[in-house]
């Protein structure tokens, strides 16, 4: 049984509601932006918004609720709840209605805070009783308008009108969901508000089943540059008695896409209406895979036995070149031969894979990556034949970052030694480094100016990066442990690292010409190759000018 237990102070209300101008008719002609009239306009049973923070959606629902509640029955009205996810954003809601209710009855009605006994069976069977508190706001029609506890137990006995805000903070939101889906067997009408809080919360799953068409909500999203279109910096100088100017809008405009900082997902979530994939996640899988085209391609090599460490040098050499010659020299003859020419690389011996990114810098400053070079269980000489075999045909190599941990410290120092100092950084990553650079390589993808070829493991070593205490990284557990691959080893992030490198080495200055290729004479043979016979590339003639 509901009862009354006091009236409210307008001096409670939070600031947004206590401070709304007394003349301010939300029936005026101009009042509501195209966004907001948009979510009022939908009369259906069922709708949901994902929107950006503070794009005045609760606002408009608030004028909407109101006009339900103040409504003859013949009329449409029916009673209205609201449940928040805190009880501050209740009496924002309830101040809101107050405020609408003098311009639509012709005078504010009191604000009461109530008591109510609500009753449910527990996930034991067990029979509760519990006394949970709201606020109210009572029409002549004989309806209401009552902000609710965050509680599923509460939904479930309602009739009306449910708006659920900010659906996907609250502390049951599975829960919540649930609860209102249950109003629908009795023919309530439900309307869910909320930022987004990850792509795997409950609220997510929701608005995907019902683009899906497998819910029956109609759908809207208002992001913060739909509200900035449609004129809410203006509203915002209204507010503060302020002339708006295109000075005044680019400081606003910065000042609230910048208050975020480094934390770009976060920025995106809450203005782009883009769910974070994770605790931090940088870049989402549809970011990734918007930058990724079949036309490019990842090539991957194994040794054909495990015992192809022990063979001959000249055997290794002849397969490795054979390969080399078959499947990788065709994709770099397609390489403009005008373009400035990058790789990255990260090295690896036994259970993850090497991985040299190789690629260009196009004139519209688009990053394409053609060709992915991973290696399996490669042998160190090998892995530096394949590397030298791509040196030797890049031309206009503008800079190389290789991976100088362990092993790769000696082949990032020897091809160092090839191309000469000023084209190669042996790197050994550090926080600081990353600081530097994971923002620039993020910004790429969102600007989808890199090109990088379709495959599953490249895009899921992209997503392993994450802002790690505001770093973006692979964190220590991923590069420890690894993931598994179906074709045996681990993936710790690998084409991520090379990827990264490559980006970085594009954003390099070129310097003076140190070294040019030879040319990409394709040789007659892999054994010739080996001794570098009969204009052959790649065996050691190459290597040391013969």
Known sequence: MLKIIREVDHDELPESARDLNPDFNPLAEGIFMAHQKSWVADESDLKLCKKGRRTGITWAEAQDDTLIAASAPEAGGDNVFYIGDTKDKGLEWIGYVAHFARFIEGHRPAIHEFEDDIEYVDDDGKRIVERISGFTVKFDSGFRCSALASRPEVIRGLQGVVVIDEAAFHTQVRRVIDACNALLIWGGRIRIISTHNGVKNPFNDLVKEAEAGKAPYSVHCYTFDDAVRNGIFERVCMKRGETPTPEGFNAWYK???????????????????????????????????????????????????????????????????????????????????????????????????????????????????????????????????????????????????????????????????????????????????????????????????????????????????????????????????????????????????????????TLVPAGPIEFQALGNTRPGNAMGDFIGGAGGRGGYGDYFGG
């Open 255 to 505: 000042k609230v896409r910048g208050s975020y900082g480094t934390r770009i997902a976060a920025m995106k979530e809450e203005l782009d209406v883009i769910p974070q994939e994770g605790a931090g996640k940088l870049l989402t899988m549809v970011q990734i895979e918007a930058c990724m085209t079949r036309d490019y391609v990842v090539k991957r090599w194994t040794p054909p036995d495990e015992g192809f460490v022990d063979w001959p040098q000249e055997a290794r050499r002849a397969t490795m070149q054979l390969w080399l010659n078959t499947e990788i020299a065709p994709i770099l003859d397609t390489f403009p031969k005008n373009r400035m020419t990058a790789v990255g690389g990260d090295f690896a011996m036994r259970q993850d894979r090497s991985c040299y990114p190789i690629g260009y810098t196009a004139q519209d400053l688009v990053r394409h990556v053609p060709l992915i070079l991973e290696l399996w269980r490669v042998p160190y000489d090998q892995q530096k034949q394949a590397l030298f075999f791509v040196l030797d045909y890049l031309r206009r190599l503008q800079h190389m970052i290789l991976d100088a941990n362990g092993n790769g410290m000696v082949l990032a120092q020897e091809a160092r030694q090839k191309v000469g100092a000023t084209r190669v950084t042996e790197l050994m990553p550090n926080d600081a480094w990353h600081r530097e650079h994971t923002p620039k390589f993020e910004a790429a993808f969102i600007d989808r100016s890199i090109l990088l070829p379709m495959d599953v493991d490249v895009r899921d070593d992209l997503g392993l990066l994450e802002n790690v205490d505001g770093v973006g990284k692979i964190p220590r557990n991923m590069r420890t442990e690894g993931t598994d691959v179906a074709g045996g080893g681990k993936r710790h992030g690998d084409a991520a690292v090379g990827l990264m490198n490559f980006y970085a080495a």
